[in-house]
């Protein structure tokens, strides 16, 4: 089956700097990949759509100028996350949809990247 | 997009049949139930999917009421390995078709 990745795995940073986390689709392309955050014990909520060639599309109450997404190529989509806090330490997930454009596509998720800000 | 309604927690043995309940009665006739499902720290994986028919696949099998109305996914045999948050969730046309709404999903857990 396709495979995405992410990178890296988990990091830790000091309050105020930027981590970017990339996603890849290993063995596909992804004109569209989704991101995700996961809070402890809950589920997960989407933040944003990236398309490539094109911006993101935000969710509601996400802050676009804080969470900045980049789809540069059909094989990888990148989050930044701007002057982090610890409020935004957190589990991001990034997911891309099969290909065929129908509801019945399989969305293949990354393996997460746990974000803690110091 | 329609809502669906798990229990929020399920506890099964090694090597029984699990059945995890999904209603979803406001689904519409072109919404596709899929299930994912999410291990300890990892990304969710995709499980099984229905629109009328009962589906079998060599992870899973989804019954579907003949209403619609809700849905149950079968593990025929639980192992400890199938011990994760399963999510029922409709997929419905039009707009932002690829996007995947989760609920709180059901957390399965295997005794040993």
């Known amino acids: 089956g396709a495979v995405v990745s992410q990178h890296p795995s988990w990091v830790i940073c000091k309050s105020g700097t930027s981590v970017k986390i990339e996603c890849r689709s290993l063995?596909?392309?992804?004109?569209?990949m989704f991101w995700y955050r996961q809070f402890p014990k809950q589920s997960l909520m989407l933040m944003a759509t990236?398309?490539?060639?094109?911006?993101?599309?935000?969710e509601q109450g996400v802050e676009k100028d804080k969470f900045l997404i980049n789809h540069a190529s059909l094989t990888l989509s990148t989050l930044t996350v701007t002057s982090a806090h610890p409020e935004d330490s957190s589990f991001y997930i990034c997911?891309?949809?099969?290909?065929?454009?129908?509801?019945?596509?399989?969305?293949?998720f990354g393996p997460g990247t746990r974000l803690t800000v110091l | 997009d329609a809502k669906t309604t798990q229990p929020n927690s399920m506890e099964s043995n090694e090597e029984e049949p699990v059945h995890l309940p999904c209603n979803h009665s406001?689904?519409?006739?072109?919404?596709?139930i899929h299930w994912y499902r999410q291990l300890p720290s990892q990304g969710p994986e995709y499980v099984i999917h229905?629109?009328?028919s009962n589906v079998n696949n060599r992870m899973a099998s989804l019954a579907i009421a003949e209403d619609r109305k809700s849905s149950t996914l079968i593990l025929h045999r639980a192992t400890l390995r199938d011990a994760a948050v399963y999510y029922c969730?409709?997929?419905?046309?039009?707009?932002?078709?690829?996007?995947?709404?989760f609920g709180k999903g059901t957390l399965l857990t295997v005794n040993p």
């Open positions: 969730i409709l997929r419905r046309s039009g707009g932002s078709n690829y996007k995947l709404t």
């Open positions: 229905g629109l009328t």
């Open positions: 406001t689904i519409s006739g072109t919404d596709y």
């Open positions: 063995d596909f392309q992804a004109t569209t």
């Open positions: 990236s398309n490539e060639g094109s911006k993101a599309t935000y």
């Open positions: 997911s891309a949809p099969g290909t065929s454009g129908s509801l019945t596509d399989t969305q293949y």
